[in-house]
């Protein structure tokens, strides 16, 4: 089975622009949620959908906002772009039930210029 | 706050030595999870150790639970340059009576292993 994956894998942005990252979770995970890594920190919970619905909700402004599809892939939006929102974008996948594994994708580097 | 947080930040070992890296998280989990990234790609997951566990192996890793102080350990044995990376703890944590978890992450390990 394939695993996880995003697109693009970089990208080049300018402050005030909007970005939309792509996911695609593995085949048979209902489950997707979205993660920051800013250089030299831990990735950050952004959000987390199952069944297409948010589930789950992190500390971020409402700049950002996520959607998941009827086949469970899943986008994440960022509006209004800040030099801070430079970071590398995860996306992981899950299966149903809770205490699961979750496994990541690649993930997309996002440069604010 | 970050909910994990790992213990040394950089670690610098010979191969053939064993790696030994500390998790403490500060409430209730569903279970914890290990991860390795190498150079800031993806996140590949080692193993998972649910709350009602104690220990855990896998191949050269083994991973210990001790909910009542609110931390794991992470052992790699006979380490090879190849485990050279970054390892991340993260807790599964229940959110608002949902039974799907978030995971919250450390600021990792830096693992080096030296020919």
């Known amino acids: 089975d394939a695993g996880v994956t995003q697109s693009p894998t970089h990208l080049i942005k300018t402050r005030g622009q909007q970005v939309t990252l792509r996911c695609s979770p593995i085949s048979g995970h209902k489950s997707v949620s979205w993660y920051q890594q800013v250089l030299g920190q831990g990735p950050q919970f952004i959000f987390q959908?199952?069944?297409?619905?948010?589930?789950g909700r992190g500390n971020f402004p409402d700049r950002f906002s996520a959607r998941q599809f009827p086949n469970y892939s899943s986008e994440l939006n960022v509006n209004a772009l800040l030099l801070g929102d430079s970071a590398l974008y995860l996306c992981?996948?899950?299966?149903?039930?809770?205490?699961?594994?979750?496994?990541f994708g690649p993930g997309t580097r996002l440069l604010v210029l | 706050s970050q909910q994990g947080e790992e213990d040394p930040q950089a670690l610098s070992i010979q191969e053939g030595e064993n790696a030994t890296m500390n998790c403490s998280y500060k409430t209730s989990i569903n279970n914890l999870q290990w991860y390795r990234q190498n150079s800031g790609r993806g996140l590949v997951h080692l193993i998972l150790i649910r709350s009602n566990e104690r220990e855990k192996h896998s191949g050269r890793l083994r991973v210990t639970l001790d909910t009542s102080k609110k931390s794991s350990s992470l052992l790699i044995t006979a380490s090879r340059a190849a485990d050279t990376a970054s390892y991340f703890c993260a807790t599964d944590v229940p959110d608002r009576g949902s039974t799907l978890g978030r995971l919250y992450f450390g600021r990792g390990t830096q693992l080096t292993v030296w020919p």
């Open positions: 959908y199952y069944e297409k619905e948010e589930r």
């Open positions: 992981a996948s899950s299966r149903t039930s809770d205490q699961e594994t979750q496994y």
